[in-house]
T-cell receptor, first 114, second 112 residues
């Protein structure tokens, strides 16, 4: 595919369940970002990968959030013991490099925790 | 705040009119980017303007940057109903590996 894809598009989880969100970046893009977007707000940075290395995870809100990109392509964002405040749209973006390049966003995964 | 702040929060105009959205920020920047988001969709990149640039054009879009005032504006000329979306400015500080700081956005509605 030509763009960034994410799956699932929608996820409903009961409080306390674990979820895994997948991101397929554009082939050849070195940089991969995860953002969280609450309703009516702009995206908030979660974490950044350069190839398989997680260089910045300062935006992860708690130790229940974990991200990986083991082979430098597909990335997974995992949330353990989901809470209602985790309900949001999770956006993945990729770019050729880090700074000074436009980011290409996927459609997002809308997570609803009940 | 390290993020951009858009103004106004909401803008409603008729087709054919021009739409101007503003973004202010407080930190030094490497570049500033504008994105569009249609309801329920991902963000689409519009324009990237670097800190040493003052104006850029792309089709009906014109972006200006005034680093002395720490502000940017996005002008959409001859707007169309299809331009209805949320518009975000995002700050790239350069020192943060490409991490973008987004504002809350401007919701633009263009009436046919």
């Amino acid at each position: 595919g030509a763009g960034v894809s994410q799956s699932p598009r929608y996820k409903v989880a009961k409080r306390g369940q674990d979820v895994a969100l997948r991101c397929d970046p554009i082939s050849g893009h070195v940089s991969l970002f995860w953002y969280q977007q609450a309703l009516g707000q702009g995206p908030e940075f979660l974490t950044y990968f350069q190839n398989e290395a997680q260089l910045d995870k300062s935006g992860l809100p708690s130790d229940r959030f974990f991200a990986e990109r083991p082979e430098g392509s597909v990335s997974t964002l995992k949330i353990q013991r989901t809470q209602q405040e985790d309900s949001a749209v999770y956006l993945c973006a990729s770019s050729l490099a880090g700074t000074d390049y436009e980011q290409y966003f996927g459609p997002g995964t809308r997570l609803t925790v009940t | 705040s390290q993020q951009g702040e858009e103004d106004p929060q909401a803008l409603s105009i008729q087709e054919g009119e021009n739409a101007t959205m503003n973004c202010s920020y407080k930190t030094s920047i490497n570049n500033l980017q504008w994105y569009r988001q249609n309801s329920g969709r991902g963000l689409v990149h519009l324009i990237l303007i670097r800190s040493n640039e003052r104006e850029k054009h792309s089709g009906r879009l014109r972006v200006t940057l005034d680093t002395s005032k720490k502000s940017s504006s996005l002008l959409i000329t001859a707007s169309r109903a299809a331009d209805t979306a949320s518009y975000f400015c995002a700050i790239d500080r350069g020192s943060t590996l490409g991490r973008l700081y987004f504002g809350r956005g401007t919701q633009l509605t263009v009436w046919p």
